[in-house]
Each structure stands twice: as C-alpha cells, then as structure tokens.
C-alpha cells in the first residue's frame, strides 16, 4: 500500500520490523488521534486508537520511562490466540499492524 511504503522509507528502522505478512493495518495521526489510513473496519478501528494507540502504548511507554528517563517505547509486540499486533509508536504518527 502506498501510504505504508511511504511512512516505511521514512521511518525504517521501526518499521522494517513489522513490515512484514501484513494482514490489517492502520495509520493514526497521534496529535489528532484520528486515522490517517486504516484497513480494519471502522469499529476495529476506533477500538484500536482507544485502547492500543490511547491506553497501551502511554502505559507502556510511562513503564519504560520509569525504568531508564532516557528512553522510550519504540515498539510494542501484543499476542493473541487469534492474532497479534505490532505496534510502531512514533512523535506524529503510529503504526499498528495486524498479523496471523
């Protein structure tokens, strides 16, 4: 997709790790904390922004801080008996990504 190969050039280091058997993915702009590009239903995808990109991804991060302030979440691995989703928290943007 042309937007995920874009924010890939751009940022790959990240995001080469989960670039990879893509199933669903979504892009949110994190100063809006609106979709910029997503491929998951609509309520798949206010869910997401909600609970990963809103709830999971401060708390982690918050985590990492308190263990080393000089650091901060760059990636975020969540499994499930069904799937799992690999999530790429930049300063703009974040990419969540759904995988088999």
């Known amino acids: 997709h042309p937007i995920l ?4 050039q751009q940022n790959e ?3 080469s790790r989960i670039c990879q058997n893509v199933q669903e993915f979504i892009i949110i702009n994190n100063v809006q904390e609106m ?3 997503s491929t998951f239903e609509n ?3 206010i869910q997401l922004i909600k609970n990963v990109a809103g709830g999971l991804v401060p708390a982690a991060n918050s985590a990492i801080q308190d ?3 000089t650091s901060k979440l760059t990636y975020l691995r ?3 008996k069904k799937y799992e989703l690999l999530v790429a928290p930049e300063d703009e943007f974040t990419l969540i990504v759904q995988q088999n």
């Not at 190969?5 to 890939?8: M, N, P, R, W």
């Open 13 to 15: 280091e990240v995001t």
């Open 5 to 8: 190969e874009t924010i890939f």
């Open 35 to 37: 979709p910029v590009h």
């Open 43 to 45: 309520t798949t995808t």
């Open 78 to 80: 969540i499994q499930t």
């Open 67 to 69: 263990l080393d302030p």
